[in-house]
């Protein structure tokens, strides 16, 4: 069998149910893709590819996830299957977010609000080897008056998460494998970026920009 012509798997990670089985049902009547899996729980997708190291993968990720971002699962998605191509699917429309999602560097990042010829141009796009973004997208970075930069590095970004989660800074520097002294110090240095004096006034300021 000519492997080339063997259609790829695709996986649909959304923790809101209704889109997760209307998305996934559509994938499936377009019959692109050989298998179509639907999954609200990091735990299972993480599972799945587990047991499916070496399959190409197309995998429609959701930017929030049970209250978080879930660009973090980036690293552990490539780790598990470098074949999986992600295409994060949001419904955020701040340029800076958008500028958050695309330093992850996703394969693809579609609206929600898309309509099924940017889902089948995605993935023609993906299929060519090139980066996808849906109309929508690109307009809210072209009509963006200013340069989008995110104010806090990776690690942060990282570390907010947690804070976000309502975590310690014990329990932080434990998941990140930091001292706590670590996370002090990167929380002094994120509540000067944002110009705030408390981690709740933090907290606000990375939710207003998408962030967690």
């Known amino acids: 069998m000519n492997m080339d012509k063997i259609l790829p798997i695709s996986i649909v990670l959304d923790d809101h149910l209704l889109f997760l089985d209307s998305f996934s049902a559509l994938l499936e009547r377009l019959e692109i893709f050989r298998e179509v899996h639907s999954f609200h729980k990091e735990h299972d997708l993480i599972q799945f590819l587990i047991h499916h190291p070496q399959d190409k993968i197309y995998l429609y990720l959701d ?18 299957n470098r074949k999986t191509e992600v295409i994060v699917v949001s419904s955020v429309t701040t340029p800076i977010t958008i500028g958050n999602i695309l330093n992850y560097q996703p394969r693809a990042v579609i609206s929600k609000s898309s309509g099924l010829d940017s889902i089948l141009q995605c993935k023609k796009v993906i299929d060519n080897g090139e980066q996808y973004l849906c109309p929508e997208i690109k307009k809210i970075i072209n009509n963006s008056p200013q340069k989008s930069d995110i104010p806090f590095s990776s690690r942060e970004l990282e570390i907010l998460q947690y804070f976000a989660k309502g975590l310690s800074i014990v329990q932080t520097a434990e998941q990140t494998h930091l ?9 002094r240095k994120m509540m000067h970026k944002a110009q705030v004096n408390s981690i709740t006034e933090l907290l606000a300021f990375a939710r207003s920009l998408e962030l967690v």
């Open 179 to 187: 001292s706590k002294h670590t996370i002090v110090s990167h929380r």
């Open 63 to 80: 930017y929030y996830l049970n209250g978080k971002n879930s660009l973090p699962l980036f690293n552990e998605i490539k780790r598990l």
